[in-house]
Nanobody, 122 residues
Framework: QVQLVESGGGLVQAGGSLRLSCTAS????????LGWYRQTPGNQRELVAE???????NYGDSARGRFVVSRDNERRTVYLQMDGLKPEDTGVYYC????????????????WGQGTQVTVSS
């Protein structure tokens, strides 16, 4: 129904920047909140940032002030610009879509990408 493919992870030094991208594909008309979660070592998966099609965004505490989420609805893509990265930002970053309006006129919920590794060295 909906597939999410991430790119842009990698290794960066503390203080550096990375930009993650996630593109959605499949048989659907619209998406609600599309964004990013992460799982850092020893911690539960947490919200990083998400954006809806109307321009509203939510940020987790760890991202606020350092990361910016943006979305290109035509390209069905969400971006996460991460600046001022810290070693504690190291983890797997997952693209997430909370709800899609599918072509068979049903809603689909809770889609996840495969994850992309972000490693920040000190």
């Amino acid at each position: 129904q909906v597939q999410l493919v991430e790119s842009g992870g990698g290794l960066v030094q503390a203080g550096g920047s990375l930009r993650l991208s996630c593109t959605a594909s499949g048989q659907f008309y619209t998406m609600n909140y599309l964004g990013w979660y992460r799982q850092t070592p020893g911690n539960q998966r947490e919200l990083v940032a998400e954006a809806n099609g109307g321009g509203s965004a939510n940020y987790g505490d760890s991202a606020r002030g350092r990361f910016v989420v943006s979305r290109d609805n035509e390209r069905r893509t969400v971006y996460l610009q991460m600046d001022g990265l810290k070693p504690e930002d190291t983890g797997v970053y997952y693209c997430h879509l909370d709800r899609a309006y599918l072509v068979d006129f049903r809603y689909g919920y809770d889609y996840w990408g495969q994850g992309t590794q972000v490693t920040v060295s000190s």
